[in-house]
């Protein structure tokens, strides 16, 4: 028996324990989500005004924590809605619905579902229509909003408010969508009916007015109906004009809009042509300049497109491109880094500290970089982003304090600290100008990072960066010789790593070496790369011909080998056209 009865039997209180144990196990776990608010809404035999206490808190509960992980999954909110109104009635059931249009607000089906429990629900007309006003500036431009457009024509139909329908359907037959046509031959036939001051702007109207009488002039004198007849006939040949342009910027999206195979959310992933289509489509319409119909389709986009961060840069970098759009631009980093985009790539939400820094927000910028190490402590790119971040605003000691405080951190593992200690020697030479400081640096923190290449291989190419003439080459050599034998004799990398740092060594020979340079070169060469024959001792105990797999047997297992090889690099370094793994998204350290 469960400890804690979550409504309906003890059986079903147990299958919903459970099923909660395996959701908090995996948050990502979608299957695992369903079946825990199916779970929920199916207790006691469906959930009604008579239900438990606890099967009606269990239910919530379940959608509320679901729909919080997966917000832009409608057809739930819809669910959630239905069974809100089953439970408590109508005002709970609008409370899910706002919630609803406030996570999903391109939703089409969601707007009409809730636009038609309204005008079901309601008995003010003004009410239900600025429901649906607010729905028509949500939804109303994209391409398949028809359902939504027939439900309000709908609804003036019922209160016969010809004049309204006429106004609605003056709106849509500017809209490129699926059923252009449709809307037009309605508007066209209701236009016969309607006074001439609505069918067009005054000013047009006195045009018309103006070029029929000055046609009478020619002609003679007409009656006041022929007159009208013929500024109809104007007006006709005005929305003809108006359709053929409709017509024009539909064809022009058809394209996209037939590739569109999914223009709702989910968690599995899309084909590589869904991801290129969408591409295609933001590049038209921002190429035609009209600012609501771009944003419009970034919002669409990122309803179908929400986990790949790819159209979250895109989209924050275009819009910050327009005048006067900072907090837009805030907003979709913000929802971005808190809803959608997985912390474990927090590309995203750095490029939102770099944001938050730019507009002398600075405790905002650490705060995002705090909020990342919370759920991935010792993440060396974010780690490093703070503490340049330190390093702009306050100085050099409090960037160098930020390494020092990860390194002495248990939980961080040696292969961060290791590219911790690489970029403290970096800041010492590069911003603070000592070599010396920064050469200390790398030999006094050696010993502890022997299984790392990063460090291996920024420790040889600070030394050869380094400037020398004919006087110091000398001492030059040496320092880099001792390097090599130290990673050589002492490292405890892979054979393989071994021979490919050791490149840094051969072609120092073969660009600055002396005349006996070659003599060494070939000697390296040979204990590297020759047959395991003439190989010398392995320097870490027993011959080189005994080496397993690359390197000496007990030594450190494979999966410490693999993370001493990680190379580290930051997120814009890799966010150019990469192929993308499993699931279609970037891949970062």
């Not at 808190?57 to 509320?64: F, H």
């Not at 959608?340 to 730019?358: C, H, K, N, T, W």
């Not at 603070?432 to 291996?456: I, T």
Request: charged share 30%.
């Amino acid at each position: 028996m469960s400890d804690f009865n979550y409504g309906g039997t003890d059986e079903e209180s147990a299958e919903i324990k459970n099923l909660n144990a395996e959701v908090l196990e995996n948050t990502d776990n979608f299957e695992n989500w369903e079946k825990l608010v199916r779970a929920a809404e199916t207790l006691e035999g469906g959930l009604n005004r008579n239900s438990s206490p606890q099967a009606i808190a269990t239910t919530r509960d379940a959608y509320d924590r679901f729909l919080a992980k997966f917000p832009l999954l409608f057809g739930y909110w819809k669910k959630y809605a239905d069974l809100e109104f089953s439970i408590a009635g109508t005002e709970a059931a609008e409370m899910v619905f706002e919630r609803g249009v406030a996570s999903i607000a391109t939703s089409v089906d969601l707007w009409t579902d809730y636009c038609s429990f309204k005008v079901e629900t309601s008995h003010d007309p003004d009410v239900i229509r600025e429901l649906f006003e607010r729905g028509a500036s949500s939804v109303g431009l994209d391409f398949l909003a028809h359902p939504f457009w027939d439900k309000f024509l709908e609804f003036e139909d019922r209160l016969e408010a010809q004049d309204r329908i006429f106004a609605i359907l003056s709106r849509v037959i500017k809209i490129p969508m699926h059923q252009y046509a449709r809307y037009f031959e309605r508007f066209r036939q209701l236009a016969h009916a309607r006074p001439l001051q609505e069918l067009i702007p005054d000013e047009q109207l006195l045009q018309f007015r103006s070029e029929v009488e000055a046609e009478i002039f020619q002609t003679g004198p007409k009656g006041e109906q022929e007159i009208e007849r013929e500024i109809r006939t104007k007006i006709d040949n005005f929305h003809l004009e108006s359709f053929t342009r409709t017509q024009t910027e539909t064809t022009k999206r058809w394209t996209y809009e037939s590739e569109v195979k999914r223009p709702y959310f989910h968690v599995t992933e899309l084909d590589p042509q869904q991801l290129a289509n969408w591409r295609k489509y933001l590049d038209f319409e921002e190429s035609e300049g009209d600012y609501t119909r771009s944003v419009f389709l970034y919002e669409r986009c990122l309803v179908t497109c929400a986990f790949y961060d790819e159209f979250w840069f895109r989209y924050a970098r275009w819009m910050s491109a327009q005048d006067g759009k900072q907090e837009e631009v805030r907003n979709i980093y913000q929802r971005a880094s808190t809803l959608y985009v997985p912390i474990s790539r927090p590309g995203i939400r750095l490029q939102y500290a770099y944001f938050e820094e730019m507009s002398d927000r600075v405790d905002v910028a650490r705060d995002i970089h705090s909020a990342i190490l919370d759920r991935m402590p010792g993440h060396v790119e974010t780690i490093l982003s703070w503490s340049n971040l330190e390093r702009r605003q306050v100085g050099l000691e409090a960037a160098i304090d930020v390494f020092k405080s990860q390194i002495d951190l248990p939980m961080v593992d040696l292969f961060s600290k290791a590219a911790f200690v690489v970029e403290w020697a970096i800041l010492l030479w590069k911003i603070q100008g000592s070599v010396d400081e920064a050469r200390q640096v790398f030999q006094k923190n050696q010993q502890w990072y022997l299984q790392s290449r990063h460090f291996w291989a920024n420790y040889f190419e600070f030394e050869l960066n380094q400037p020398t003439n004919l006087k110091t080459e000398a001492e030059h050599y040496a320092r880099i010789k001792k390097i090599y034998n130290d990673m050589i004799q002492q490292s405890r990398m892979t054979l393989a790593t071994r021979k490919d740092l050791s490149n840094y060594f051969l072609s120092y020979l073969q660009q600055r070496g002396t005349k006996e340079a070659m003599k060494e070169f070939l000697q390296v060469d040979r204990e590297l790369n020759g047959p395991v024959s003439i190989r010398p001792a392995n320097p870490k105990g027993g011959s080189q011909k005994g080496l397993e797999n690359g390197h000496g047997a007990g030594e450190i297992d494979e999966a410490t080998l693999r993370r001493g090889e990680v190379q580290y690099s930051t997120y814009f370094q890799q966010h150019g056209d990469l192929p993308l793994n499993a699931q279609g998204l970037s891949t970062f350290h």
